[in-house]
């Protein structure tokens, strides 16, 4: 299985578009129906629950952030993880944190968001 292209479409195409109607395309091609997004304090059920949580993250957002990865994402036995950043491309970072997933064949059934810790 290719974790790689998997976790890195899922950050580039669903975590980076803005866009509504186009992510929810790119979720039900990436995650099983009853797929859960855990990020910290809340959790999304479903494919129109995941890109309602997707697209109030990237409400908060400042415009031009984007996120991107930290190296190839690597895993085994139906799990892998992807480490991140976010800010404006070519600034500083803002976030940082790790993406840690579980398979269902090749499609994601569940997804753990980390955030790091603040390191000031």
Not at 65 to 71: E, K, N, R, T, V
Not at 82 to 91: A, E, S
Not at 100 to 110: P, R
């Amino acid at each position: 299985m290719d974790f790689d292209r998997l976790l890195q479409t899922n950050l580039l195409r669903v975590f980076g578009e803005r866009d509504a109607e186009q992510r929810i395309q790119i979720i039900r091609e990436l995650y099983v129906a009853d797929a859960v997004l855990y990020e910290p304090g809340s959790s999304a059920t479903g494919h129109a629950e995941i890109n309602r949580a997707v697209d109030a993250l990237l409400s908060s957002l400042p415009p031009g952030f984007a996120f991107s990865a930290l190296g190839p994402a690597v895993g085994h036995h139906g799990m892998a993880r992807l480490r991140w950043q976010l800010g404006l491309p070519g600034g500083p970072v803002a976030v940082s944190g790790t993406d840690v997933a579980c398979f269902d064949g090749d499609l994601i059934q569940t997804l753990h968001v980390f955030i790091d810790p603040d390191v000031a």
